[in-house]
T-cell receptor
Framework: KAGVTQTPRYLIKTRGQQVTLSCSPI?????VSWYQQTPGQGLQFLFE???????NKGNFPGRFSGRQFSNSRSEMNVSTLELGDSALYLC?????????????FGPGTRLTVL | QKEVEQNSGPLSVPEGAIASLNCTYS??????FFWYRQYSGKSPELIMS????GDKEDGRFTAQLNKASQYVSLLIRDSQPSDSATYLC?????????????FGAGTRLAVHP
């Protein structure tokens, strides 16, 4: 099976802009989670989607949002970008997201905010 | 107290030695525990998952879980230079919601020839 794919791989934006990142999970996986990784804060959970519903959300401002489509593909959006949003954004998929599933990570999107 | 704690390292071991990586967690309701390896500039890849108390072995890797002590460890036998990476301990925050992995800060492992 093909792994988790994320597009784009690299992105450069300026403060105040918005950005949309895309994630295609492993075929058959219905749960998609998003994480932010920075040198200072490490890997932090953003949100998790299952069957087009957000089931859990991390401690991030409302500028961070996401959605999931009927084919399980997911997008996350960051509006009004700040310098501190520069990070590696990782998407992970798992079959059912029942808490015991293994999450498999995509290659990530590296976002740089200037 | 951080939810998942790991020594940041670096942990330096000679080639062929056993590397021992440790992790403690605070949520007693946690059900699932994972070790991921992350090479610089890459995304995390799963090494081991463990759900029950005791040891779980897979090749050169052994994960150990002690829920009473809220402790997870990873042993790497016959360490190779290619094992040099950051090892992330992750706990599924079951009581906090589905599929919410809480990560430690990671331990950098350096295996020198």
């Amino acid at each position: 099976k093909a792994g988790v794919t994320q597009t784009p791989r690299y992105l450069i934006k300026t403060r105040g802009q918005q950005v949309t990142l895309s994630c295609s999970p492993i075929s058959g996986h219905r749960s998609v989670s998003w994480y932010q990784q920075t040198p200072g804060q490490g890997l932090q959970f953003l949100f998790e989607y299952f069957s087009e519903t957000q089931r859990n959300k991390g401690n991030f401002p409302g500028r961070f949002s996401g959605r999931q489509f009927s084919n399980s593909r997911s997008e996350m959006n960051v509006s009004t970008l700040e310098l501190g949003d520069s990070a590696l954004y990782l998407c992970a998929s798992s079959p059912e997201g029942d808490g015991t599933d293994t999450q498999y990570f995509g290659p990530g999107t590296r976002l740089t905010v200037l | 107290q951080k939810e998942v704690e790991q020594n940041s390292g670096p942990l330096s071991v000679p080639e062929g030695a056993i590397a021992s990586l440790n992790c403690t967690y605070s949520d007693r309701g946690s059900q699932s525990f994972f070790w991921y390896r992350q090479y610089s500039g890459k995304s995390p890849e799963l090494i081991m998952s463990i759900y029950s108390n005791g040891d779980k072995e897979d090749g050169r890797f052994t994960a150990q879980l002690n829920k009473a002590s809220q402790y997870v460890s990873l042993l790497i036998r016959d360490s190779q230079p290619s094992d040099s990476a950051t090892y992330l301990c992750a706990v599924n925050g079951f009581s906090g919601g589905y599929n919410k992995l809480i990560f430690g800060a990671g331990t950098r492992l350096a295996v020198h020839p």
